[in-house]
């Protein structure tokens, strides 16, 4: 239940982030959210630190994650075709793809040992710091944020466009 708590707001939220993402910097949509799961991490690194960790916080921290990243991911992946050409898009998709899902297949053996020699409160304290230095990177990073066709539309419209074209989209729409 809790595992899969992460993924319920993703079903959802990236069909409300993609409006935002073309409505506002994207960098600073991204500064936003990483600095957000820093706060997450580290008051679930505190709770779990001080023994009063409880399944719930677990379910609630899990939700609270997806919601966060459906926002970030969505800003991420808006960004990404903002930064390289359109010839080159392909190539940067893939990268940004493997370096969203290594972590994800290395990590649960990495979290084993580390759960073993540090203990789960170390594990999520390491979290909570990964977070934070990736989002130190992000107020880095310097780009002029793109004016969209997007956003000069109503948001409304966005939204039932963006609708329309997952409804289109067999694939997406599976």
């Not at 190539?91 to 073993?116: E, F, K, M, R, Y």
């Not at 990736?134 to 004016?147: G, H, V, Y």
């Amino acid at each position: 239940l809790v595992t899969s708590a992460i993924t319920w707001p993703m079903l959802f939220v990236p069909l409300f982030a993609g409006v935002l993402a073309d409505r506002m910097d994207r960098r600073k949509l991204l500064i936003y959210t990483e600095f957000a799961l820093v706060i997450l991490w580290s008051v679930t690194a505190l709770i779990i630190t001080l023994g009063l960790i409880q399944w719930w916080h677990l379910l609630i921290t899990s939700f609270l994650s997806g919601t966060i990243q459906g926002f970030g991911r969505t800003g991420h992946q808006a960004m990404i075709g903002s930064l390289v050409k359109k010839e080159e898009l392909p190539s940067a998709v893939a990268i940004n793809d493997i370096a969203t899902h290594w972590p994800q297949a290395v990590g649960l053996g990495a979290a084993a040992i580390l759960v073993a020699t540090i203990g789960i409160d170390g594990v999520f304290w390491i979290t909570a710091f990964g977070q934070l230095f990736t989002a130190i990177t992000l107020l880095f990073i310097r780009w002029k944020a793109p004016k969209t066709e997007a956003a000069k539309r109503s948001m409304g419209s966005s939204f039932v466009e963006g609708i329309r074209h997952i409804k289109g989209e067999p694939i997406i729409l599976s």
